[in-house]
């Protein structure tokens, strides 16, 4: 079983920076490829990063690349997201999950899933 925790959301300028974490615990976090999601009211949750376990193999969603940045320290079960250039559509609350084996972009492939941390983006 692996936990997942998410932090570092919170209120930020459109144009403006904010770094999520999604720090795991439970059993190692060895092998597992970590995905970042996000979900605004009324919307499907939605795909927004993905890193495999070496870090190797990173992809972005469309709407994020060249703004957003995955990332992991797998020594401290960490993977981080940097967030550039934000804009008021990124406003969502943004969870992280985790599955053994490549990364994947279909929430449906993840296992294990954190509760969330809002992002909220204003003008």
């Known amino acids: 079983q692996v936990q997942l925790v998410e932090s570092g959301g919170g209120l930020a300028q459109a144009g403006g920076s904010l770094r999520v974490s999604c720090a795991a615990s439970?059993?190692?976090?060895?092998?597992?490829?970590v995905g970042w999601f996000r979900q605004s009211p009324g919307k499907e949750r939605e795909f927004v990063a993905a890193?495999?376990?070496?870090?190797?193999?990173?992809y972005y969603a469309d709407s994020v690349k060249g703004r957003f940045t995955i990332s992991r320290d797998n020594a401290e079960n960490t993977v981080y997201l940097q967030m550039n250039s934000l804009k008021l559509e990124d406003t969502a609350v943004y969870y992280c999950?985790?599955?053994?084996?490549?990364?994947?972009?279909?929430?449906?492939?993840?296992?294990?899933w954190g509760q969330g941390t809002q992002v909220t983006v204003s003008s």
């Open positions: 890193i495999s376990w070496s870090g190797g193999s990173i």
């Open positions: 439970g059993r190692t976090f060895g092998g597992y490829s």
């Open positions: 999950a985790a599955k053994p084996g490549p990364r994947s972009g279909r929430k449906i492939d993840y296992n294990y």
